[in-house]
C-alpha cells in the first residue's frame, strides 16, 4: 500500500463489482445474518452501466437466489419461444433441427433479458436488505495484511494527473477492509489478475480463453418483430478457419439484441472483429429483421470461455473470486449469469460460516469445491471439450466432434474425449501478418453497418482527458519497433472501440502509436490479444467508461 494517508471502514465482507456474481454475494449474506455488514463497490456511474451481455437467462441461479423473483418484479418478462440454430452462406442459411442438439443447448424455459436491467433489479433487492452499494467508485489498490492475505481495496481515488501524481482536486480515496474480500469484476478484471498472479491460483488449470462479444440493440419494424425468438448462427462471414458466431434476440417492445462473438484465438492478425460483426448483418437473414429499424445502442466485452479445465483456484487467503472472474460461462450454451449467480451464492455461504466460526482472513475451500463439484460444476464439465476442440479443429469439425462429445456427456455423464488441454494463449495464437493475407472488407452503409466511433458514441463512453492512461504500456516502442513490422499491429482492429491508432505522416513515414483512452468500452481485449503482452488495463476513475441503458 502506498504512504497516502487514507480513511478507512471495516466490513465483514467487501464485494467489488455490482454484477450478478457481486450481488448475489451480497444478497446471499444478508440473507442468511440480517447484521453482517456488507458493501458493494461499483465502478460503473450506476448499477448497471458497465454490464453487457446477450442475454438468454437461464433462471435456475435466480431461483435458488430469490425464488420469488416474479412476485417481487423482477425485469425478466420474455420467455423464449422459439430457438433457431442457423448455420450461414454468404447467400442463404441451413436451419439445424432442434432434435439434432444436445438437451442443454434447449432454450425453452430461458428468459431474454437485459442484464443490466437484471442487475439494477437485484440492486434493489440488495439494498432492502441493509446492503451498502457504491456506484462510481472503482477500485485502485488492493491492501495486504502483515500475512499476505487481502484485506481490503482503496475505492473513490480521484483527481490524478496524466504523470500519476496527485492533481489540485486530489481525492485519495478510502480503505474499505473486510474480513473476506470478493472480486467480481467480470471476465480479465483488472485486481483479479493480480491476484491469479500474486497466489499463483492459475498454476493447476489450462490456459484462460476469451471471446470478444459486439452487440447493437435495434429498434425494429413491428411487422419484423417476433417477440422470444433466439437465433443463433455460424458459418458466414467468419468461415470456419476462425471460431465464433452471433446472436439475434427478439425482446419485448419491438426491440432486437444482435451481436456477434469472435473467437480472440484468431490466427490472421488483419482479421477485424468489429468489421466481421458489421458485415453479418448485412446477410439475408439478418438484414430483413433490421431493415427499416434504427440501432439505439453499442456495447463490446470479452466472454470467458476456456471452461471447467480454465477455471483457477478460486480461493486465496482473504477473499475469493467470483462469477467472470473464475471465468464460468458455458460457451456451447452462450450462458454464464445463472453460473455467477450460483457462484455468489456458493461463496456467501462459505464466507457467512467463517464469520460465524470467528475466522477472517484465511480461506475459503468450501468455496472452491462447491464451485467444482455443485451444480456449477456440473454444468461446465460436460461441455469443457467444445472450445479446445474448436480452436484446434476449427468451428467445423468443433461443432461435429463437440457434439457428439456433450451428446455421450448429456447421456451417459461422461465425456468419450476426456479432457482436452487449450494449448496456446489467445496472444500466442496470432500468427505474423506475413502468413496471411489482409482481409477487404466493404465500408459500413450508415443504414445497416456503421463505422466504429459513430457506434462508440451510442455506447455513451465518456472519460475524463486530464487523467492517467488507464491502457498502460509495458514498453512503449513495442507497437511500432515489433508488432507493426510483425503483425501489422493487430491493435488497429482489434479494439472494437478505435482506441489505438498508428500515426504517419503526410508521407506515409514515421510510424507513431496513438492511444485513444477516451474512447475505451471496458471491454479488455487488448489486455488479452496484444501478441507482445505489452498492454494492461487498469481501471481508470469511478463513474467512467460506458453508460449502458439496458444492455
Given amino acids: ?7 478507512s471502514m471495516e466490513y465483514d465482507v467487501v464485494i467489488v463489482g455490482a454484477g450478478p456474481a457481486g450481488l448475489s454475494a451480497a444478497i446471499r449474506l444478508k440473507q442468511l445474518d440480517a447484521d453482517l455488514d456488507v458493501v458493494v463497490l461499483e465502478k460503473g456511474s450506476e448499477v448497471g452501466a458497465h454490464i453487457l451481455s446477450g442475454a438468454v437467462l437461464d433462471p435456475s441461479g435466480l431461483d435458488a437466489l430469490i425464488p420469488d423473483w416474479k412476485a417481487k418484479g423482477a425485469p425478466v418478462k420474455t420467455p423464449v419461444k422459439k430457438d433457431n440454430f442457423l448455420i450461414l452462406g454468404e447467400g442463404g442459411s441451413i436451419r439445424l433441427p432442434n432434435f439434432l442438439m444436445p438437451p442443454l443447448m434447449n432454450n425453452h424455459g430461458m428468459y431474454i433479458v437485459s442484464m443490466g436491467n437484471v442487475c439494477r433489479w437485484m440492486a434493489e433487492q440488495a439494498e432492502e436488505l441493509g446492503v451498502e452499494i457504491f456506484p462510481g467508485m472503482a477500485c485502485s489498490e488492493l491492501v495486504y495484511g502483515d500475512g499476505g492475505e487481502l484485506r481490503g481495496v482503496v ?5 490524478k494527473n496524466p504523470d500519476g501524481t496527485p492533481g489540485p482536486s486530489y481525492e485519495p480515496g478510502m480503505v474499505l477492509y473486510g474480513k473476506y474480500v470478493f472480486l467480481s469484476e467480470g471476465a480479465r478484471g483488472s485486481l483479479s489478475k493480480q491476484v491469479i498472479a500474486k497466489y499463483d491460483l492459475a498454476a493447476a488449470c489450462d490456459v484462460q480463453k476469451f471471446g470478444l462479444g459486439i452487440k447493437e440493440i435495434w429498434d425494429v419494424l413491428p411487422e419484423n418483430h417476433r417477440e422470444g425468438t433466439v437465433t443463433h448462427t455460424m458459418g458466414w462471414p467468419l468461415g470456419w478457419k476462425t471460431g465464433g458466431g452471433s446472436f439475434m434476440y427478439h425482446l419485448e417492445n419491438n426491440q432486437v439484441y444482435v451481436g456477434y462473438i469472435i473467437d480472440l484465438n ?5 482479421l477485424y472483429p468489429y468489421m466481421e460483426f458489421q458485415r453479418w448483418k448485412h446477410h439475408p437473414d439478418i438484414a430483413k429483421v433490421l431493415e427499416g429499424g434504427k440501432r439505439v445502442a453499442y456495447g463490446a466485452r470479452v466472454v ?5 479445465q480454465s477455471i483457477p483456484k478460486s480461493t486465496f487467503p482473504g477473499g475469493a473470486l467470483l462469477g467472470c472472474s473464475a471465468g464460468l460461462v458455458n460457451l456451447p450454451r452462450v450462458k454464464g449469469n445463472h453460473n455467477a449467480m450460483l457462484s455468489g451464492k456458493a461463496a456467501a455461504e462459505a464466507a457467512y460460516r467463517a464469520i460465524r466460526d470467528g475466522r477472517a482472513g484465511d480461506e475459503l475451500p468450501d468455496y472452491d469445491a462447491e464451485l467444482r463439484t455443485g451444480a456449477i460444476g456440473k454444468d461446465l464439465k460436460r461441455v469443457r471439450n467444445v472450445a479446445p476442440l474448436n480452436g484446434r479443429l476449427g468451428p467445423l469439425a468443433g461443432l461435429t466432434l463437440g457434439g457428439f462429445d456433450m451428446w455421450v456427456a448429456n447421456l451417459t455423464g461422461w465425456n468419450p474425449f476426456g479432457t482436452i488441454k487449450h494449448g496456446k494463449s489467445d496472444a500466442e495464437a496470432t500468427e505474423p501478418a506475413a502468413k496471411h493475407k489482409p482481409i477487404e472488407y466493404p465500408r459500413p452503409d450508415g443504414v445497416l453497418s456503421f463505422d466504429r466511433l459513430t457506434n462508440v458514441s451510442f455506447s455513451a463512453t465518456n ?15 513495442i507497437p511500432i519497433s515489433v508488432n507493426l513490422p510483425k503483425y501489422a499491429e493487430p491493435a488497429q482492429r482489434y479494439c472494437p472501440a478505435g482506441v489505438y491508432e498508428v500515426i504517419r505522416d503526410d508521407d506515409g513515414l514515421n510510424p507513431r502509436f496513438q492511444i485513444n483512452a477516451q474512447n475505451c468500452v471496458h471491454c479488455k481485449t487488448c489486455d488479452i490479444k496484444d501478441p507482445s503482452q505489452n498492454i494492461t488495463w ?3 476513475q469511478g463513474g467512467e467508461g460506458p453508460n449502458y441503458p439496458n444492455m
Fill in 155 to 159: 475505492a473513490g481515488e480521484f483527481g
Fill in 538 to 540: 487498469v481501471c481508470p
Fill in 266 to 270: 484468431y490466427k490472421n492478425p488483419h
Fill in 1 to 7: 500500500m502506498s504512504d497516502i494517508e487514507r480513511e
Fill in 304 to 308: 470467458t470461455k476456456g471452461g471447467f
Fill in 463 to 477: 472519460h475524463a482527458e486530464d487523467e492517467p492512461c488507464h491502457l498502460q504500456l509495458a514498453d512503449a516502442s
